[in-house]
């Protein structure tokens, strides 16, 4: 199967930077398109940030400017370079992976086990 190691989570006042990564591994063929979700207390899981095997991006608004999605494809791994961090950014972030596998058609998708950020001072 696969299995996603998320790690670089923490505390951080407000300003601060972070960065994320999440490592893939497993019987996949290919991984497609590479995402990072975010999910605050009381509030639903919401995209953050997305980025395709070619290196197109897309980001939520309010972290325009701010984050930077990047991926390694070598290690499979993708990352969340997070500056100028606010409170409202304190969440558990999530990672996902669109995966194809040889044996079987279509694309599966597969998240992490989340990361905690909290950005206070």
């Known amino acids: 199967q696969v299995q996603l190691v998320e790690s670089g989570g923490g505390l951080v006042q407000p300003g601060g930077s972070l960065r994320l990564s999440c490592a893939a591994s497993g019987s996949f063929f290919s991984i497609n398109a590479m995402d990072w979700h975010r999910q605050a207390p009381g509030k639903e899981r919401e995209f953050v940030a997305t980025?395709?095997?070619?290196?197109?991006?897309s980001y939520l608004d309010s972290v325009k400017g701010r984050f930077t999605i990047s991926r390694d494809n070598a290690k499979n791994t993708v990352y969340l370079q997070m500056n100028s961090l606010k409170p409202e950014d304190t969440a558990v972030y999530y990672c996902r992976i669109h995966v194809q596998f040889r044996s079987r058609r279509g694309e599966y998708n597969y998240w992490g086990q989340g990361t905690q950020v909290t950005v206070s001072s």
């Open positions: 980025i395709s095997t070619g290196g197109s991006t």
